[in-house]
C-alpha cells in the first residue's frame, strides 16, 4: 500500500504537474541545493553559497489553489460565536474519507524560477569535472509561493480537524486559506499534516539534476514522469537504448565522461537518496 508521502506528492503533481515536498510546511528557495530522499528534500547549501552564478527570472502570478480530494472531503460548518461581527467566530468540521486525502487552498500565488537553463548546465559540469558537484545534488530551479495557505492531509480515513475561523472569511472563494489570520484548532484527530499559515508557504517546486549517461552529445533534457530513464521517447529526453549509467557497471576510470542536466520526476521524489556517490 502507497503512504500517506507518495499519495500526497503523487496527488499534487497529477493535478497541478508540480513535485511536492513531505513535509508540505518544507520551506524551499530557487537556488536551493540538496538532497531528495523518500519524497523529502534535505537542503544542504544553495547555488550562490557554492559561487555558481545563476539569473532569475521575474516574479509571475499564478492562479490561486483551491483543491480537495475528490468526494473525499467534507467541511461542516455550525454555530457563531462572539457577540459582534468584527470577533464572530465560526465552528467548522473537516473531515476526510480516505486514507492521505487532501484538501490544499493557497492565496496570492506568485510563480518564482531560475533563468538561463543552459548557462546553469554549464556552470554545473564544470563543477562535476573538477570534482566539486556531486551527481546526486539537485537544484531548485521554481518554486510556487503562496500567501495565507491551508494544507490537511488525513492519515486515515475518518480523519477530522474541528476549528473555530473568522466568520467573514467564509465568505470567501478560499475560506480556509484566508481565515489563517484568526483560527483556533479545537480538535485534531489522524491528521498527517497540517499547514494554516497566513504568511504563505513554498509547497510546490520543480528542479533539475545533473546525471551521468552513456556517450552522445549533449542537450538540455526535460523530461515528463512517463518517460522512461532508458529508451524514453521524445527529442533526447532519454538517455539511449542501452539504459542510463549505472555505478555498479563502471569500473574507475570506465566511466562515461558525458552528463546531462535533467528535470527531476515524480519517481525520483520517492527515491532512497542513494544515487550515485562521489567525492566532493
Known amino acids: ?41 534535505r537542503k544542504l547549501t544553495t547555488l550562490a553559497e557554492l559561487g555558481i552564478p545563476f539569473t532569475r527570472n521575474g516574479d509571475s502570478p499564478f492562479t490561486d489553489i483551491n483543491y480537495a480530494s475528490a468526494d473525499c472531503v467534507a ?12 470577533d464572530a467566530l465560526c465552528d467548522v468540521s473537516v473531515t476526510f474519507a480516505r486514507d492521505g486525502a487532501t484538501l490544499f487552498q493557497a492565496a496570492g500565488c506568485v510563480q518564482e524560477t531560475v ?27 521554481e518554486v510556487v509561493r503562496t500567501g495565507p495557505t491551508v494544507i490537511l492531509v488525513a492519515e486515515r480515513k475518518g480523519a477530522r480537524l474541528d476549528l473555530q475561523v473568522s466568520t467573514a472569511a467564509l465568505t470567501s472563494p478560499l475560506p480556509f486559506a484566508r481565515a489563517t489570520a484568526k483560527y483556533a484548532v479545537a480538535r485534531r484527530q489522524g491528521i498527517a499534516a497540517e499547514v494554516l499559515v497566513p504568511d504563505g508557504a513554498t509547497p510546490l517546486f520543480n528542479a533539475v539534476q545533473l546525471r551521468k549517461r552513456p556517450l552522445r552529445g549533449y542537450d538540455l533534457v526535460f523530461r515528463d514522469d512517463d518517460d522512461e530513464l532508458a529508451g524514453g521517447g521524445g527529442g533526447g529526453g532519454s538517455e539511449g537504448e542501452g539504459g542510463g549509467w549505472d555505478a555498479d557497471e563502471w569500473g574507475e576510470g570506465d566511466e562515461p565522461d558525458e552528463t546531462e542536466l535533467v528535470r527531476v520526476s515524480w519517481a525520483d521524489l520517492g527515491e532512497d537518496g542513494t544515487g550515485t556517490s562521489e567525492g566532493v
Open 1 to 41: 500500500m502507497a503512504s500517506i508521502p507518495e499519495m500526497y506528492t503523487r496527488e499534487m503533481h497529477t493535478n497541478f504537474e508540480y513535485l511536492a515536498c513531505w513535509l508540505p510546511s518544507t520551506r524551499m528557495a530557487v537556488g536551493d541545493v540538496g538532497i531528495l530522499s523518500g519524497h523529502r528534500f
Open 75 to 86: 467541511v461542516d460548518t455550525g454555530a457563531r460565536l462572539g457577540s459582534s461581527a468584527e
Open 115 to 141: 533563468g538561463n537553463l543552459p548557462g546553469l548546465e554549464s556552470a554545473l559540469r564544470a563543477r562535476h569535472g573538477s570534482g566539486d558537484w556531486r551527481l546526486e545534488y539537485v537544484v531548485v530551479t
